[in-house]
């Protein structure tokens, strides 16, 4: 007879659970028969001891099934991307129109901002009367009459994840690479996708510092989606600077705007361009470099995000003028270089964590975020710099905290010899 008591016990022990324990220990998370001292005592045991490749696929499927999955019945190929987080990152909101573009339905479900990262959810809840929190009907009618939607997980959906993702927050097993897989694709599974892409990101930015955390990530997160059945690769990008030249959420909803309506070709558009060529490829869409860069090119990305925009309770103008309705922060203050010099470091993570103390983030997780702080104008690495040239701008609710974030930008940005040029994408695993 199964019992988490003895699956514990095999994993205590090293020995391989059977996908039918498994099946059985994330029902018992969704439904409450498995205590929180049990989830915990798992959690711990498959930080330590691992599962083997099959067992991951096994778990995220048992998870994946352990609530409501999607099925879809539309004329177009269903695909998602998912990035482990990074400053400045809000590819999605450029990237999933982009796709609809294309003709590929994008049912985005996606999370809120995880330390120092920015969330997807809360970048949208920037924008007056969209609801992330979309009920099932809705979340179909805009995929389907706007090709994309971007939402929040409903309680129906991967149940045993929310618990057990609460469980491994307090025990300290949160970094287990077969947990990180579990709960990442049993959410994007279950959305019902053919085909995903991962943006895994690498540097002071990002989650993980260096190449080998990031691949070791990589391969064990498109092993196990393509164990699941979904078609998946993944692009290690980096992150040793924002990606984006705004952080905070209005200010990223304006810089994706800004890339989606071609006023800027930076890192953001370049990084978008190729993510969406990687998913076109994996749904069978060739030359997808030439079609996503037609879709930004003519407008009719923008025209998408408009359309899930105002799908979603929205303005019904929202591309057109879009700054008319952003919040706006009574504080917004130039830090100036002290010195003239080449941007040589810049330490993602404090300009982060900056954000967060402003307020564009959780410290706890009943914090109210506001919406209209952060930092504009980042300058970018190897940029040369005159001595009186803004380093960023604060946007800030009071000049007290934006004289703490002044202090936290000036360490953070460092002058010295410009770094070797490396590319945005990394590597491609397969």
């Known amino acids: 007879m199964t019992d988490a008591r003895r699956i514990n016990a095999h994993l205590r022990k090293g020995e391989a659970l059977s996908p039918d324990e498994l099946r059985w220990f994330a029902k018992g998370l969704a439904d409450g028969s498995v205590s929180d001292a049990q989830a915990g005592a798992f959690a711990m045991g498959v930080c330590l001891r691992g599962l083997s490749e099959e067992g991951r696929v096994a778990l995220t499927l048992a998870m994946r099934d352990s609530g409501h999955v999607m099925q879809w019945d ?27 573009a294309c003709g590929v339905y994008v049912p985005m479900i996606s999370g809120r901002g995880l330390g120092h990262t920015g969330g997807t959810l809360d970048k949208l809840d920037a924008i007056p009367g969209y609801a992330t929190a979309a ?16 939402v929040g997980a409903s309680a129906a959906i991967a149940p045993a994840d929310k ?44 989650f993980m510092k260096h190449a080998d955390e990031a691949r070791a990530l990589s391969r064990a997160m498109v092993d196990t989606a393509n164990g699941a059945g979904c078609k998946t690769t993944v692009l290690i990008t980096g992150m ?59 407008g009719r990305a923008a025209e998408a995000f408009g359309k899930m925009v105002y799908g979603l309770g929205g303005p019904i103008g929202f591309v057109e003028d879009w700054r008319r309705y952003m919040p706006e922060a009574p504080v917004i203050r130039a830090v100036d ?12 993570e404090a300009l982060g964590l900056a954000v967060v103390a402003l307020g564009g983030g959780r410290q706890v997780e009943s914090d109210q975020i506001n919406p209209m702080v952060g930092l504009s104008e980042v300058v970018r690495l190897g940029e040369k710099v005159d001595k009186g040239q803004p380093l960023c701008r604060i946007h ?19 002058f010295g010899k410009a770094p070797k040029p490396v590319d945005l994408v990394r590597e491609r695993i397969a």
């Open 74 to 100: 539309l004329d177009g190929p269903v695909a998602d991307k998912h990035s482990t987080g990074g400053v400045g990152d809000c590819t999605s909101l450029v990237l999933a129109p982009a796709l609809a």
């Open 135 to 150: 009920d099932e009907a809705r979340f179909r009618r805009v995929v389907k009459e706007a090709g994309c939607a971007i």
């Open 163 to 206: 618990r057990l993702y609460a469980v491994r927050d307090v025990t300290g097993t949160v970094e287990s690479l077969d947990l990180i897989c579990a709960s990442i694709l049993s959410k994007k599974l279950a959305a019902g996708l053919q085909a995903l892409v991962l943006d895994v990101k690498v540097g002071t930015g990002a």
């Open 240 to 298: 040793d600077e924002p990606l984006a030249p705004s952080l905070g959420n209005a200010l990223e909803v304006d810089a994706a705007m800004c890339a989606l309506t071609g006023r800027d070709k930076g890192p953001l558009y370049t990084l978008s361009v190729a993510l969406g060529a990687e998913v076109l490829a994996n749904v069978g869409i060739q030359d997808g470099t030439k079609k996503i860069t037609e879709a930004l090119e003519s």
């Open 337 to 348: 270089a002290e010195s003239a010099g080449t941007v040589a470091a810049i330490d993602g």
């Open 396 to 414: 800030a609710a009071r000049v007290e905290e934006a004289d703490e974030a002044e202090r936290v930008i000036r360490a953070a940005i460092r």
